[in-house]
């Protein structure tokens, strides 16, 4: 017999709605789901009280789960001249030790705390498709299928953005042996998208979304034949001009920086997510702003791997549409993320309260 779903109520004296504060507030909620959102009421009985102001969760935009297992552990000097380079020296070594179980588990114990700290979905920038030595599993979506179960017994939604990494420099330069895990060709990176999608139909808590690791991992045609292969209506994620290294790569093999030569090249438009989108130039600002693309940002882990500072000030003059996500999960706090990218703001400018819109006084 199929027991009917639980509807429970929630009282409310203050809670952040659409249309702003509200006093008072009844929220019914059925299998998991806000039903009914009801300003100014009476605390009916049996209701359960929540103290506190009640604000709605947020969307974590840049995960990758599995870095969570090694937080803290680059934080010591094994290396004088550490850099954003050398940790990912350490992750490559990481990825060695890691099978499906562990993935998942790491993932479901991520996704708990993602929830406690107040998110509510992820976007997954999953790459770590194959076995140890590089092979695919028998079947080719298996790790994206523990990530999909990490969440589902969570209760966090995933939005499953499988990876096309097949290169290690811009130019189409041959992966290295740290990157064996990740690597596809365009073929079999449709093959893998192909079966995310069917793993995932009907499931309604998750979203399926397109990804490129960064212009150095994949080339133009790559870019160019996925995108008018799959379903135009997802999102497309892609890191991008995150360091300084990264952007005079891009520089010395087109000519161009990443972000003029992915608009020049391929366009932008609000279906992107640039992650880090770090250096910029004015230019390149008013290209992300204008097109409605999103700015990625991880402030922590931006600022933990000595990154850069996000121009997030002009950014809001332009209007632009950003997001923050957790990234390394060096920190799982979202109080922090927005703290470290206005203290960033502040310390470049020495000034204070930099982010702020005109109408918020
Ligand atoms: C990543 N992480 O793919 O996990 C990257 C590092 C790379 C960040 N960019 C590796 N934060 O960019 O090659
Ligand atoms: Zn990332």
Redesign the pocket.
């Known amino acids: 017999m199929a027991l009917s779903p639980v509807t429970q109520s929630y009282f409310t004296e203050l809670a952040w709605l659409s249309s702003g504060w509200a006093r008072n507030v009844t929220l019914e909620v059925c299998d998991g789901k806000i039903h009914q959102v009801e300003p100014n009421s009476q605390r009916q009985e049996g209701a359960i009280c929540l103290n506190g102001p009640v604000l709605p969760t947020i969307a974590n935009l840049h995960s ?1 789960a599995f ?1 969570r297992v090694m937080a803290g552990m680059a934080e010591v000097n094994l290396n004088p001249n550490d850099s ?1 380079w050398s940790w ?1 020296d350490l ?1 490559y070594k990481v990825v060695q030790k890691l099978n499906p179980d562990d993935a998942r588990v790491i993932a479901k114990k991520l996704y708990i705390d993602m929830l406690k700290a107040g998110y509510s979905q992820v976007g997954e ?1 999953h ?1 770590l498709h194959h076995d140890v030595g590089g092979k695919a599993y028998g079947q080719v979506n298996e790790m994206a299928q523990q990530l999909i179960m990490a969440g589902d017994e969570a209760g966090i939604g995933v939005t499953m953005l499988p990876v096309l990494y097949s290169h290690s420099g811009f130019g189409g330069q041959d992966p290295n042996a740290g990157q064996a895990r990740f690597i596809n060709s365009t073929d079999s990176y449709l093959t893998l998208h192909q079966a995310c999608e069917t793993m995932m139909a009907g499931a309604d808590r998750h979203r399926l979304g397109i990804c490129f ?2 212009l ?2 994949t080339t133009q045609d790559q870019i160019e034949r996925v995108l008018a292969t799959l379903d135009c209506q997802k999102v497309v994620h892609i ?1 991008i001009a ?1 360091q300084q290294k990264e952007v005079q790569d891009c520089l010395a093999w087109s000519g161009q920086r990443p972000v003029e030569w992915l608009h020049n090249h391929v366009g932008l438009d609000s279906r992107w997510c640039l ?2 989108a770090t250096h910029l130039t004015e230019e390149e600002l008013k290209d992300i702003a204008n097109t409605g693309a999103v700015a990625g940002l ?1 402030p922590t ?2 600022a933990n ?1 000595g990154d850069g500072i996000f121009p997030g000030v002009d950014f809001e003059k332009l209007g632009g549409v950003w997001g923050i996500g957790s ?2 999960h060096v920190s799982l706090s979202l109080v922090e993320e927005l703290r470290t990218l206005e203290y960033g703001q502040r310390l470049r400018d020495q000034q204070r309260n930099r982010l702020y819109r005109a109408d918020q006084t």
């Open positions: 990758h870095q954003f990912r992750m920038f790459y690791h960064s150095r991992a890191h995150e992650v880090h991880c882990t931006e791997l990234d390394s």
